[in-house]
C-alpha cells in the first residue's frame, strides 16, 4: 500500500497534475472567448504571459504576498483583454484570428526586448508558491465560476450571441457589452493560469508564452469540444498527460497535435463533449 501511495504522489506525478490543472483553467478561459461567446482568439497565450510576468514583477520587485500577485496576474490578464476586446468587436472568423494572433505576437516581442522584464533570458528566482493544492482549489472554482456563468441571464445572452449575432442584437442584447464581458472574463482566467504558472516553475521566459502555446491550448479545447466545460476539462487532461505519457517521442508532440485537429475536424468537428463546430 506505501509503494502505491509513493508512486502516486511522487514528484513528478504532482508536477504533471499542478500543470494539468493550470491547463484546465486556461483552457476553460479560452473556452469562454471561442466556444461560448464564438469569437475564434489565437492569441491565448499572451494573456497567460501577462498574468505570468505583472505577478511576477509584483512578488519579486515589491515583495508582494501570493495572493496579491495572483490577484495582479488576473486583474493584468483582464485589463488587457479588455483593452483588445474593444477595437476588435466588428471582427469575426479569420480576421479576429489574425488580429489576436498579431496581438499576442507583439506581447512576445515586448516582453523580449524589455530589460526590465528579462528580456530573452527571463525572470528567475519567484517564490515557487503554487502547489497541487492550490492549484485544485482554483480548478473547482473556476469550473463552478464558468458553469453558474453559462446558465445565468447573461451566459444565455452571450451564447445567443454565437448562434446568431444578427438576431442577438435585434432582440435586445448588447453586442458589445457582451464581446468585451466574455473577453475580459476569459483573459482574466488566462491571467491566473500564467500567474500559478510562474509561482510553479520559478522560472519563465518569452518562449514559453509563444504562438504554439496558443494553439496547443486551442488543440485541448477543440479535442474536449468547444463550448463544454465537460470537454474543455477532459481536452486539456488527455493533452496535458498524453504527452508525458509518450515523451520516448516528445519532439513529435506538435506533430501528434496536428493530427489530432485533422481527425477531429475530419470525423468529430464538434469535439468529444461539444455541440458547436468550429466557425474560422
Known amino acids: ?23 484546465i483553467i486556461m483552457v476553460l478561459g479560452l473556452n469562454l472567448i471561442t466556444g461560448v461567446t464564438g469569437q475564434l ?9 501577462i498574468g505570468a510576468y505583472s505577478s511576477s514583477i509584483i512578488s519579486i520587485k515589491l515583495g508582494a504576498p501570493f495572493i496579491v500577485s495572483l490577484l495582479a496576474g488576473t486583474g493584468f490578464g483582464a485589463l488587457f483583454g479588455a483593452l ?6 466588428r471582427l ?18 515586448v516582453i523580449l526586448n524589455t530589460p526590465y522584464l528579462g528580456g530573452a533570458l527571463g525572470i528567475y528566482g519567484i517564490p515557487p508558491s503554487t502547489n497541487l493544492a492550490i492549484t485544485a482549489f482554483f480548478v473547482v472554482f473556476t469550473i463552478f465560476f464558468m458553469y453558474r456563468l453559462e446558465k445565468s ?24 457589452k457582451y464581446k468585451v464581458l466574455s473577453f475580459t472574463i476569459g483573459s482574466a482566467f488566462a491571467g491566473l493560469g ?3 504558472y510562474a509561482h510553479f516553475l520559478s522560472y519563465i521566459n518569452p518562449i514559453d508564452f509563444g504562438f504554439m502555446k496558443s494553439i496547443e491550448q486551442l488543440c485541448m479545447l477543440v479535442l474536449g469540444g468547444m463550448g463544454s466545460i465537460t470537454g ?7 493533452l496535458s498527460t498524453v504527452p508525458e505519457i509518450l515523451r520516448f517521442a516528445s519532439e513529435y508532440r506538435m506533430v501528434t497535435y496536428g493530427i489530432v485537429l485533422i481527425l477531429m475536424m475530419v470525423f468529430r468537428p464538434q469535439g468529444l463533449f461539444g455541440k458547436i463546430k468550429v466557425n474560422v
Open 1 to 23: 500500500m506505501d509503494s502505491i501511495l509513493n508512486y502516486l504522489f511522487n514528484d513528478y506525478i504532482i508536477q504533471v497534475a499542478t500543470i494539468t490543472g493550470i491547463n
Open 232 to 238: 474543455a476539462v477532459f481536452g486539456s487532461i488527455v
Open 92 to 109: 469575426r472568423g479569420d480576421y479576429l484570428a489574425i488580429a489576436t494572433l498579431g496581438f499576442g505576437e507583439i506581447v512576445r516581442v
Open 41 to 49: 482568439s489565437l492569441g491565448h497565450a499572451a494573456f497567460m504571459s
Open 84 to 89: 483588445l476586446g474593444v477595437p476588435i468587436l
Open 194 to 196: 500564467g500567474a500559478l
Open 153 to 176: 441571464r447573461h451566459g444565455l445572452a452571450i451564447r445567443s450571441i454565437r448562434e446568431d449575432e444578427i438576431a442577438a442584437e435585434m432582440m435586445g442584447v448588447n453586442i458589445s
